[in-house]
């Protein structure tokens, strides 16, 4: 059964988010749909990472498992064609080696978030940018955003209800610069944690408007208190830029362990099996 890398663009305005829900529209549901139109098969489409609602993609990465053994490109036109009318485009589509996994195999996820900073209101980029009217200093939001990079413990900037199992996280890369009227945060980890980046930004928003000083980011994360974050940035301008993975060799690796513990655990649980009987 071939499995199929698909790298996904979307605009999130019009979804929950990206994992299928009873009460409402979601990416998820929409790609399966596609399939399910395509070639009339039922089936679960895997994703790299969970969006919010509201959040977009330029390089969301998913998996689909097919029954038949049809070209890539063709994958991609059917697809692209049953997606319509929702704003859902697949931009690669390439088949993969066994135990590849898009959100398993994946060693990086990386964002941007998007701020118009000006005074006049947005046309164009509503929804699709986060519109701060007051003065912001890229440069010291930068020097801050330092302060994230690393090993930390990141309960200040997650969500009350996240549902990770620590708070632990390490960033890789945090850098903020501007381009005209836009702002750009950008940032990578392996994984992240439940409104992380928006609550990241939104923070670092207090420092380009000298609210905070640089040394409030370092107490925040000190104090693993969700009340001593900033305020949350809104989804509007938060994109998944692109998702990194293993080399085949090290996938093909990490199967052959996964097989082997399985084997060893099935092993262990006849032979319990067989205790009990005697018993």
Not at 56 to 64: M, S
Not at 184 to 193: K, M
Not at 262 to 276: F, H, P, T
């Amino acid at each position: 059964m071939p499995r199929y890398k698909l790298t996904v663009e979307y605009d999130g305005r019009p979804f929950c988010g990206w994992q299928r829900q009873a009460n409402g529209p979601s990416v998820q549901a929409v790609l399966e749909r596609a399939i399910k139109s395509f070639c009339g098969e039922d089936i679960a489409v895997g994703g790299a990472g969970r969006t919010d609602t509201g959040v977009h993609a330029t390089g969301q990465v998913a998996h689909a498992d097919l029954t038949k053994d049809w070209p890539a490109a063709t994958v991609m036109a059917a697809m692209n064609f049953h997606c319509q009318p929702d704003p859902v485009v697949i931009i690669d589509c390439e088949k993969m080696h066994e135990g590849w996994d898009s959100r398993f195999s994946a060693i990086r996820r990386s964002y941007r978030y998007r701020i118009f900073n000006r005074i006049p209101p947005l046309t164009h980029e509503l929804g699709l940018a986060w519109h701060v009217k007051a003065d912001l200093d890229a440069e010291i939001m930068n020097e801050a955003a330092q302060e994230f990079v690393g090993h930390h413990d990141f309960t200040t900037f997650r969500h009350s209800r996240c549902q990770a199992k620590s708070p632990m996280k390490t960033l890789e890369h945090f850098s903020v610069r501007r381009e005209g009227q836009m702002i750009l945060a950008e940032c990578s980890s392996r994984s992240f944690l439940h409104n992380q980046v928006r609550s990241m930004v939104g923070t670092l928003r207090l420092v380009g408007e000298g609210k905070w000083q640089l040394g409030d980011i370092t107490k925040a994360l000190a104090a693993r208190d969700r009340t001593a974050c900033g305020p949350v940035a809104p989804a509007d301008g938060l994109y998944l830029t692109r998702v990194d993975y293993r080399s085949v060799e090290a996938d093909q690796a990490a199967e052959a362990a996964w097989q082997s513990e399985k084997a060893l655990q099935d092993e262990g649980q006849a032979s319990a099996a067989d205790d009990d009987g005697e018993a």
